[in-house]
């Protein structure tokens, strides 16, 4: 249980409000003291871009960790709790939503004359105004002028004073796919090749010599008259034809990039506000 005397710890040292699993929801704001009991009963968190925003929590069952303060809901649950001003007061009714929003016990129905009274970061004190309160137990003089908001919500406990208009945006991106397959193979083939070649032979050419002073010792050596035989041997060439496997060429597969601009459609939704009134009371124009 959270009490006056962990004010200081929580708001003193810049601490952080941690939600059920340890998770930092967002740094310590302001503490709500409930008038009656003079005990803290409720911490905001700054949420949102540089903190700009304040999440209300309950401090039920609330424990205090160091310089920070661990609550029983998730950072989801408080980061969806119901938008109030953290203007030093709560009303009874904004008491309702934040108690329906995180399901616990509270609220109008045991509401009793009570305020709250905040502390800003290293203060602790009362209102900047005296609070009276009406037969009822609400508070007669916060009005909506006070508040600074006009109107009222009739759509649900869990909005605010201002619509959200969302639309959806389109956005393109490319996937990779398999587009088809390629590849290589070889095979043989037969095909004719003609070439000439050149061929020499010997052929037999009869040669006859008159007899001079230089042959006639080789012409008269043996009988005068006899009978004789000379042969010689012819020699011819032919085409002989080898066939020798000799590397061409390399040949590999490679891939390229194209790339072309292809259009795509498709449809998108957005939200349209429109405002209802008299001739006289309506101002603007439809979102």
């Not at 059920?20 to 929801?25: F, M, P, Q, R």
């Not at 959806?168 to 070439?195: C, D, F, H, I, P």
């Not at 998108?268 to 309506?282: P, W």
């Amino acid at each position: 249980m959270i009490t006056q005397d962990n004010i200081d710890t929580m708001l003193g040292n810049g601490g952080n409000v941690l939600g059920s699993d340890g998770e930092k929801i967002g740094s310590i704001g302001q503490v709500y003291l409930d008038d009656q009991t003079g005990e803290p009963s409720w911490v905001t968190a700054k949420t949102g871009l540089f903190g700009t925003s304040e999440s209300f929590i309950p401090l039920q069952g609330a424990d205090v960790e160091g310089h920070d303060v661990r609550v029983p809901y998730s950072k989801h649950q408080v980061k969806d709790a119901p938008r109030i001003e953290s203007d030093g007061n709560l009303s009874p009714e904004e008491e309702d939503r934040l108690y329906r929003h995180y399901e616990i016990g509270g609220g109008t129905s045991n509401y009793t004359d009570t305020t709250r009274t905040t502390t800003g970061t290293g203060t602790a004190g009362l209102n900047d105004r005296d609070v009276d309160l009406d037969t009822s137990g609400r508070r007669a003089d916060l009005t909506d002028t006070d508040r600074g908001t006009v109107g009222h919500d009739t759509s649900g406990p869990t909005t605010d004073d201002a619509m959200t208009r969302s639309e959806e945006q389109l956005r393109v991106g490319t996937e990779s796919r398999e587009a088809g397959r390629a590849r290589m193979r070889k095979y043989v083939v037969t095909e004719n090749v003609t070439k000439t070649v050149p061929v020499s032979r010997e052929e037999v050419r009869v040669e006859r010599e008159p007899i001079t002073d230089a042959n006639r010792g080789d012409a008269l050596d043996g009988p005068a008259i006899s009978e004789e035989e000379h042969e010689v041997t012819l020699h011819a060439e032919r085409p002989v034809v080898e066939k020798e496997a000799v590397p061409v060429e390399r040949v590999r597969l490679d891939k390229e990039t194209v790339t072309t601009n292809e259009t795509v459609s498709e449809e998108v939704r957005k939200e349209q506000i429109d405002v209802d009134g008299d001739e006289g009371t309506r101002r603007g124009n439809n979102l």
